[in-house]
């Protein structure tokens, strides 16, 4: 492969400067989902072709925190130890030099996982490209309580960008933009592929509400390596009430936050879709632009 693939987490960075540092208690709470669920996945990555891995943290910590990160780290992954404030240009000063012409970096917050094919799978649409972002739509949503949810997201925070690198420019990197507004900054992709990735649920987690239908256990173990604890199995007549509790649930929410009900729909309509680019324009994709599409193609075949 003539590109070099980073993945890049950011663990406990801080966002404006003077902020207080991350307490112990939140680091070693987080570090508890990323040992379970981001740490074995990345380590159990199949036919990818070799790849870095940047951990940035937040380097105001206790002697404890940082020995048990380091410990973890080796064979693993380079921590990058800093206070300064975060910056969407951090991880492009941070990646070394290279005489390849292309740079594909993945992004993946501390708390979730991939699947075990997932970086080989971002490999495999390197094509020359100038930039292009690349996003696998289907994931799973993994509860506290074990339960298992499958969704579709457009433009996901699992995303990766393919750049070409420019003489004396600094990377774009993937965190050039807000994953939901990619486009904004390059064509993006959206992939047909099985289940790709993992959001773990919890209650420090800024996405806690899981917005997919209910599926049984076996598509964790199926897709995933992880050492996370949750429902392996379940009974059929238990998998239906839970089913139907997650339908009551996702139909109150619609109904007290339309706009969510908007997302789902234009995620599945441009899931169905295969995969296809979607060219550089401000914002995500929309139902609209869907249904649009569909009537031109109807017109071309008349």
């Known amino acids: 492969m003539d590109a070099d693939h980073a993945l890049l987490t950011r663990f406990s960075a ?11 208690d939140w680091l070693f709470y987080r570090l508890g989902f990323f040992v379970d669920a981001c740490l074995p996945s990345v380590l159990s990555q199949q036919g990818a072709a070799p790849f870095t891995w940047l951990v940035l943290l937040d380097d105001r910590c206790s ?18 130890w800093t206070h300064e404030p975060w910056r969407r240009e951090t991880f492009a000063h941070l990646l070394p030099p290279s005489s390849r012409p292309h740079l594909i970096t993945t992004r993946l917050d501390s708390d979730d996982a991939i699947a075990v094919d997932f970086m080989a799978r971002v490999q495999h649409q390197l094509a020359g490209q100038d930039r292009l972002f690349v996003n696998f739509p289907r994931g799973v949503q993994i509860e506290r309580s074990g339960a298992v949810h499958r969704t579709n997201v457009l433009s996901s925070p699992f995303l990766s960008l393919i750049e070409a690198r420019r003489p004396g420019q600094p990377p774009l990197t993937v965190y050039a933009a807000k994953h939901a507004r990619a486009r904004g900054h390059a064509p993006l992709r959206e992939v047909a592929a099985p289940v790709m990735w993992a959001q773990v649920l919890h209650g420090n987690n ?12 076996r598509l964790v173990a199926e897709r995933f390596r992880l050492d996370l604890v949750h429902d392996a199995d379940i009974a059929p007549a238990a998998l239906l009430r839970g089913r139907a509790r997650q339908l009551a649930r996702l139909a ?6 339309p706009g969510e009900l908007t997302k789902q729909l234009e995620a599945t309509a441009w899931t169905l879709r295969g995969t296809h680019d979607r060219p550089m324009a401000p914002g995500a994709p929309r139902l609209n632009d869907h249904l649009l599409a569909g009537v031109q193609r109807l017109r071309r075949t008349r």
């Open 252 to 257: 109150r929410l619609w109904a007290a936050h």
């Open 14 to 24: 801080v966002l404006d400067p003077g902020a207080p540092p991350p307490t112990e």
């Open 206 to 217: 800024l996405l806690n509400t899981s917005t997919g239908v209910r599926v049984h256990p």
């Open 63 to 80: 002697d404890d925190f940082r020995a048990e990160v380091t410990r973890l780290s080796e064979g693993a992954f380079t921590p990058v």
